[in-house]
Structures are given as structure tokens and as C-alpha cells.
């Protein structure tokens, strides 16, 4: 973990316990601490990621008190052998004020004093001499710190957890932040410095988007490409994990930059890459794509889904007789289901989705459809995790004049929503901004 030096205030509560989807504000991220993906009610932690050098523990069914998440408490990262401090780096959509919810449940010791440790965020402590459950009251009972107020500077988050006696924990972490998603287009300079590239910014691997990997700059120009810089940087490994949050729930166009600056041949390196789970290029081979060594080639891949909030992207080696995984840049350069505005052109005289007024709202904001022909049309609201929050319509819709619709949402906290409406052959997303 890094040095940290800056000064901030931060504000910290404590809940005694953990309401039954621990929460109710919808936050950035939600990180499931040494386990792996867990919905409870519709709320979903997803599996563990963004961590420093440490340990998991599991532990068998048993009750959680104070939650009826139990599952979530039944695992943890924690201190490892050597005793060293570990943490979480976790990258957020852009530098501003965010806010930490931290869970916690004493699963080992049964009385106080059996474990304490330190929570700094940000290089500011936030918890001295932690002990869960001397907090909590009892073991196996569910605790939340809520911090607040956190200053963000450099696009990462940093979360560290010092042992003082015994090993330190955490069960499950969530994000919060009010800042606007992220958005196209977005690129990240993988091994490399900030860079600015026709319309696309790229920013500087920190470290903080990719889980694993080395990162090696060559020399050599870089044929095909006036941004030799780009293509000179990688961030390589046998697997090589990039994960993004904050991106909307919607459908994509992602470019993937490449350029073989070290292999000689074709047939040295291969690789197979996932997006959201899905392989998107096979046995792929940088050298030969590109036709020889030092050339700039581009993968560009449409219609590519995202409706959980996190873009996931893999690149494996194929197999121990070929170079590793690599590439050199990542960028958003479209989302087609996002917009403030409907896209007449899309289909032409089939419908007319206007732009939410006002926006923001509170407590309500309205807008219309029209349709050319009478269908079925369903008209749903999500947040940004891709959770249906809201059914504002769903049944038949009559051609001609334009229908009104209201979306009061007094149940809901603030915060970013998508008001889809779908018909036949036409699906359309405009994003509304709650703000109480």
C-alpha cells in the first residue's frame, strides 16, 4: 500500500447493526471481503477485488446477528502471516467527496480485547484501536462504521487495516459517492502516463483499474500510429484482470489497443480475452493481426453489455509455451443506451421519447412517448447497479398523441436512476438525477 500524507477531515458514525440490505443509500460499489458474488433482497456484493497482500478465512453456517445477510459475514480478508498492513485501492469514477460504509463481525473471539487494529482512509485514521466486539456487544453480531466526508484526489480510493493485537479484518465494503458515473469516452493508458488521444483521454495506470500484472515501456516507433507513446506502454501478466466501476448499465463500444514489442513472430504470444464474461477475441495474436513487430492495431468491439455497474475485462495466456497477456490501451468510445435525449434517427417515425423535466428533480420530474403504431410498451426504472427501482408502465400504448408519464419517487434515496422505455423495436434510456 502507498505512503499516505495528505491531511483531510472526516466525519465517522457508528450504527450498532446492520439494517437488512445494509443500507439505503445506493452506493458506487459494493465489495464481498475474501468471498465471491452475494445478493441478499436484490442487493448484490460482488466477489473480492481491489485488495493488497493478505489472507481470506471462511467459516461454516452459523447466525448472524443484527443482519439477515449472514452469508456476507462468513468471510473476510485479513492480516497475513507475515503480519504486514493490507487494504484496498479501490478507483472511483472521478476525484471528489465519498463516503464508506465498513462491516464487520467478531467470528473468532468471543469476549473483548481478543482483537484490535487500525482503519486509516486516505492516510487519516479513521478507527484507533478497533475492537469489533467491544463495539458490536457480542460476537457473531453484525456492526457498520459509516465514515464520511472522504477527499479523493488521485482517483483511487485507499482503505489500509493495521494489526495491533491479533489479526486485522473487514467482512464486506461499500462505496459511496454522488459524483456522475462514468461515462464515454473513457480510456486508460495501460503501463503508461496520461495521454491525450483524439477525442479520448487516456489516464495513467495507477494501478488501480488493473488487478494484476508488470508493466515494461519500450522504444522502438510504433508503425500504423501517430500515438506512438500508447502502444509503447503494456501491462502484461498470465492473467490479467482490468475491472472499471461506475459504468452505467448499457451497451457499448470498447476498444482495445495492442502492438508486439517484444515478440518476433507470429505464434509467440497468444491470448484469449472476456468482456463481462464473454470471449470476445480467441487464440488472439497481436503480431500476426497487427502483420509484424511494432505495429499499432486496434480491436474494436460493439454491443457489449454492462448491467451490474463494474466493466470486467480478461486477458489469459493461452498456455506456458507462449508469451504472456498484454495490452497496451483500453478505451470507452460509445454507449448507445445512455442518453438525455431520444434518438429520432434510430428508427425512424416509430416513436418520440422526450427529455425528462426538470432534471435534476425533486420530487418529481415527467416526460412523454409517442409511438406511430399501437404495441405493448414497458417503461421501467433501474439504478445504476442495473436494479429495477420502479415499473412506471407496462401494458398497451395507442398511437398518435403523446402519453405523459411521472416519476415521483418518495420511496427512493437520491442519487442517479435510468428510465428505460421499450416497445417493439425500439428500446430507449435516459438518465434523471433524484436530488432531495
Given amino acids: 500500500m502507498p505512503r499516505f500524507t495528505r491531511p483531510l477531515a472526516i466525519w465517522i458514525i457508528l450504527l450498532a447493526a446492520v439494517c437488512p440490505v445494509l443500507g439505503q443509500t445506493d452506493p458506487l460499489l459494493r465489495l464481498n471481503a475474501g468471498g465471491s458474488d452475494e445478493t441478499f433482497d436484490g442487493t448484490t456484493f460482488t466477489n473480492d477485488i ?55 463481525a467478531e467470528t473468532a473471539f468471543q469476549e473483548a480485547g481478543r482483537r ?38 488521485d482517483g483511487v480510493l485507499d482503505i489500509t487495516f493495521t494489526a495491533v493485537l491479533e489479526r486485522a479484518k473487514i467482512n464486506a465494503i461499500e462505496v459511496l459517492g454522488t459524483l456522475a458515473p ?27 483499474f488493473f488487478l494484476s500484472g508488470s508493466t515494461f515501456i519500450a522504444t522502438a516507433p510504433i508503425a500504423n500510429t ?53 470471449t470476445v477475441l480467441n487464440d488472439y495474436d497481436i503480431f500476426a493481426e497487427a502483420g509484424g513487430m511494432n ?17 470486467d475485462i480478461v ?34 417515425g416509430s416513436h418520440r421519447l422526450t427529455a425528462a423535466y426538470p432534471n435534476p428533480f425533486n420530487p418529481e420530474t415527467q416526460f412523454t412517448l ?12 433501474f439504478d445504476l447497479l442495473g436494479r429495477e427501482v420502479e415499473r412506471l408502465f407496462e401494458g398497451a400504448l395507442s398511437a398518435g398523441p403523446a402519453h405523459v408519464f411521472r416519476f415521483a419517487p418518495d420511496h427512493l434515496p437520491s442519487g442517479i436512476y435510468l428510465i428505460q422505455a421499450r416497445g417493439e423495436g425500439f428500446t430507449e434510456t435516459q438518465r434523471v438525477v433524484l436530488l432531495k
Avoid at 462514468?182 to 488501480?208: C, H, K, M, Q, Y
Avoid at 503494456?234 to 475491472?243: D, K, M
Wanted: zero cysteines; glycine letters at 8%.
Fill in 50 to 104: 481491489f485488495f493488497s497482500d493478505s489472507k481470506t478465512t471462511t467459516f461454516g453456517s452459523r447466525e448472524i446477528a443484527g443482519t439477515d445477510a449472514d452469508a456476507l459475514f462468513l468471510s473476510e480478508r485479513i492480516t497475513n502471516d507475515a503480519g504486514q498492513p493490507f487494504g484496498y485501492s479501490i478507483p472511483v469514477p472521478d476525484d471528489g467527496i465519498y463516503a464508506l460504509r465498513l462491516h464487520f
Fill in 226 to 278: 501517430t500515438a506512438d507513446a500508447l502502444y509503447q506502454a503494456e501491462r502484461f501478466a498470465n492473467t490479467l484482470r482490468f475491472v472499471l466501476p461506475g459504468v452505467q448499465p448499457g451497451i457499448y463500444t470498447i476498444e482495445l489497443h495492442f502492438a508486439e514489442t517484444f515478440h518476433t513472430g507470429a505464434g509467440e504470444r497468444l491470448m484469449d480475452v472476456t468482456i463481462e464474461g464473454e
Fill in 295 to 311: 505495429i499499432a492495431v486496434i480491436e474494436e468491439l460493439t454491443g457489449i453489455a454492462v448491467d451490474d455497474g463494474i466493466l
Fill in 315 to 348: 486477458f489469459a495466456r493461452i498456455n506456458n509455451q507462449t508469451g504472456t497477456a498484454k495490452v497496451s490501451g483500453i478505451a470507452i468510445t460509445a454507449a448507445s443506451l445512455v442518453s438525455n435525449e431520444s434518438d429520432d434517427d434510430a428508427l425512424p
Fill in 116 to 153: 484490535q487494529f487500525d482503519v486509516a482512509v486516505e492516510g487519516t485514521t479513521v478507527l484507533d484501536n478497533y475492537d469489533i466486539f467491544d463495539r458490536a456487544g457480542a460476537g457473531n453480531t453484525a456492526v457498520t462504521e459509516t465514515i464520511l466526508n472522504i477527499a479523493v484526489n
Fill in 370 to 381: 409517442t409511438v406511430a403504431k399501437s404495441q405493448q410498451v414497458a417503461i421501467r426504472v
Fill in 182 to 208: 462514468i461515462e464515454a469516452p473513457f480510456g486508460v493508458n495501460a503501463g503508461g502516463a496520461a495521454l491525450d488521444i483524439s477525442d479520448v483521454t487516456f489516464r495513467e495506470d495507477n494501478e488501480g
